[in-house]
């Protein structure tokens, strides 16, 4: 497998995770 593609979609999960969180957050506070 690709080391590039799999630290890509890594870092694009935590990028996604990080977004819900925040809006979540945006949403109680």
């Known amino acids: 497998m690709n080391i590039v593609k ?4 890594k870092i694009s ?4 995770k990080y977004l819900i969180y925040h809006i979540i957050n945006d949403i109680i506070i």
């Open 13 to 16: 999960k935590n990028i996604k």
């Open 6 to 9: 799999k630290i890509l979609i």
